[in-house]
């Protein structure tokens, strides 16, 4: 049985699309959780938004190099929505699905082809709660479309308003297979860096 979208986690760093895309999850019921500034975004549409520190019980920290890193977001996106086990594990936890993952990457490449670019600042641009986001939802794909580029929200608005909001397992493993290309590619670059500053 096809999984009926509810629940979708929007926190991206390119904002290009965003309103567009809100708009149209929002015309299907879909409800919105988000991050920071992908948030406050959400709410200037005039969308209601829960912070994913409601959601955590917990505040972001680190300088927000800790906010999703939590079993209420990663169980909400690994959950097995054919598992009975599964299921009964996010109700004895008070855990929601997140059916629909929106998430694009801290600018590594961008930032340290800048003039300047110190360590410091390629360090900090090394994104860890996207990736981790973006590969349990793409690992759950029958489950939860995961959107890691801008490019790719025309179709999947397409695709839910025809399928009336219900995922297609088959456009779930494209886009995880963007999913694992896009890490792939993100981990070489940083590797590739770190390899020039040792």
């Known amino acids: 049985m096809a999984v009926r979208a509810r629940r979708a986690l929007v926190s991206v760093f390119d904002k290009s699309g965003l309103e567009t895309l809100v708009k149209a999850l929002a015309e299907l019921g879909i ?4 991050t920071g500034g992908t948030a406050r975004v959400i709410r200037q549409i005039g969308m209601q938004v829960t912070d994913v520190a409601e ?30 086990e ?4 996010l109700k004895e936890h008070q855990i929601a699905p997140i059916d ?5 990457l801290y600018p590594f490449e961008p930032t340290i082809a800048k003039p ?20 349990s939802a793409a690992k759950n794909h029958e489950s939860v479309y995961v959107l890691s580029s801008p ?5 999947a608005i397409s ?19 963007e999913v694992y290309r896009l890490t792939s590619h993100y ?6 860096y770190l390899a020039t500053q040792v």
Not at 31 to 34: A, L, P
Not at 55 to 81: C, N, W, Y
Not at 100 to 104: A, F, K
């Open 116 to 135: 300047g670019c110190t360590f410091a600042e390629a360090v900090e641009n090394i994104d860890i709660g996207g990736p981790a986001m973006l590969r």
């Open 187 to 192: 981990d070489g670059a940083i590797a590739a």
């Open 55 to 84: 959601i955590t019980s917990f505040p972001e920290m680190l300088d927000g190099r800790v906010k999703t890193l939590h079993p209420r977001i990663h169980g909400g996106l690994l959950a097995r929505r054919d598992l009975p």
């Open 31 to 34: 409800e919105f959780i988000s």
């Open 100 to 104: 629909i993952l929106c998430v694009n």
């Open 159 to 177: 695709r839910l308003k025809k399928d009336q909001g219900h995922l297609d397992p088959a456009f779930g493993r494209r886009l995880a297979l």
């Open 86 to 89: 599964h299921l009964a594990t």
């Open 151 to 155: 490019a790719q929200y025309p179709e």
